[in-house]
């Protein structure tokens, strides 16, 4: 923007954590450094990646050239591939949301289609760039929520509306990642982690005015519960260890 660069978080995600989640949200610059990288981990109770207008270079699923050159964000890649496979391993709740969803499964060693129109398999899943931000963000096709994952727990096995902003989507499956959800065209819109922790990715866009629809407030509660539980560990931790002292 203008002479410099910014790393920024959009509102929308901001408030969905604090009204959603019922957590503090504090925004990361992309930085990789491994030590920055490190105290992510060490110091925080739940990461939530957000969606991006920018596409993940497609270098990191071995696919070339890119679609979209025009549209990268090597920083943020070098941020966030790592950081999501980090967080797993330390068991940190986790929720992806549409870019971040993509990278979930780019960090698994899934793969991206780079434009889901072009491949006439799909249905439209962009939206209309000219009309209003409320049909933008509005309910655009359903759900079909699979039986035995997170979703399911928490929702039940039903379909469900969601709204649709993007042009990228799975292709290959990451590994270690169960489908939570499909479109109808049989697109992969949602995934969870197979492993104790709490680590789920959804290809739309829960946090657009989370509070007004029960389903995408039930993921920011469901995410907000996994990252207090964590926070209420460690308080136990800490007060264990306080005693031996
Ligand atoms: N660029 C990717 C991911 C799309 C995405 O995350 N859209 C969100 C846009 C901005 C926002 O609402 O935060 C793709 O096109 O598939």
Request: proline share 5%; net charge negative.
């Amino acid at each position: 923007m203008g002479l410099h660069n910014f790393h920024i978080a959009g509102e929308k995600y901001l408030r969905a954590v604090t009204e959603g989640a019922g957590c503090l949200p504090l925004v990361l610059p992309s930085f990789s450094d491994p030590e920055i990288l490190a105290a992510c981990v060490r110091n925080l109770d739940g990461l939530l990646f957000t969606g991006s207008p920018s596409n993940i270079e497609p270098h990191h699923y071995s696919r070339l050239p890119s679609a979209t050159p025009e549209d990268h964000d090597a920083k943020r890649d070098a941020f966030a591939l790592p950081l999501i496979r980090l967080a797993l391993e330390a068991n940190i709740p986790l929720l992806a949301i549409c870019r971040g969803f993509q990278e979930m499964n780019v960090a698994l060693g899934g793969s991206l289609h780079q434009q889901l129109h072009q491949t006439g398999r799909f249905i439209e899943h962009r939206e209309n760039k000219q009309s209003d931000v409320n049909i933008q963000y509005g309910l655009s096709h359903s759900v079909a929520i699979e039986p035995g994952g997170i979703l399911e727990q928490a929702c039940g096995s039903e379909v469900r509306e969601v709204n649709s902003v993007h042009a990228q989507g799975i292709d290959r499956l990451g590994k270690h990642l169960r489908v939570e959800a499909r479109a109808p065209d049989g697109l992969i819109e949602a995934i969870s982690v197979d492993s104790e922790g709490f680590a789920l990715g959804v290809q739309w866009h829960p946090e657009w005015k989370v509070t007004n629809n029960p389903f995408y407030s039930a993921i920011f509660k469901l995410f907000g519960d996994a990252c207090w539980h964590r926070i209420s560990m460690r308080e136990r931790d800490y007060e264990q260890t306080e005693k031996m002292a």
